[in-house]
């Protein structure tokens, strides 16, 4: 069974550092786009960053320049360097990755269990 663990969330003042890890479980056959999405109260879930296997980043606008996504495809791990944090970051942070189960599946989205950033000012 393929999960996805999460860790490195909490509460930090504004202008300090955290950072996520999601590691994938389970010995799944590859794993291609892997990457963050965060979710604030009453707000959509969005797009925050993602990478796919060969290295290639996207960012979210909002997060450029303060916000570096990178991964270890030997661990099955992503992670999220999250620098000089404002208040409006505070959201449920959720790890998503397109995994091929076996050689014969399809690529399946799967999520992690979300971890809570809570930035105070």
């Known amino acids: 069974q393929v999960q996805l663990v999460e860790s490195g969330g909490g509460l930090v003042q504004a202008g300090g550092s955290l950072r996520l890890s999601c590691a994938a479980s389970g010995k799944p056959f590859s794993i291609d786009t892997m990457g963050w999405y965060r979710q604030a109260p009453g707000k959509q879930r969005e797009l925050v960053a993602d990478?796919?296997?060969?290295?290639?980043?996207r960012y979210a606008e909002s997060v450029k320049g303060q916000f570096t996504i990178s991964r270890d495809n030997a661990k099955n791990t992503v992670y999220l360097q999250m620098d000089s944090l404002k208040p409006e970051d505070t959201a449920v942070y959720y790890c998503n990755a397109k995994i091929r189960r076996y050689y014969y599946s399809s690529s399946t989205d799967y999520w992690g269990q979300g971890t809570q950033v809570t930035v105070s000012s």
């Open positions: 990478i796919n296997r060969g290295g290639s980043t």
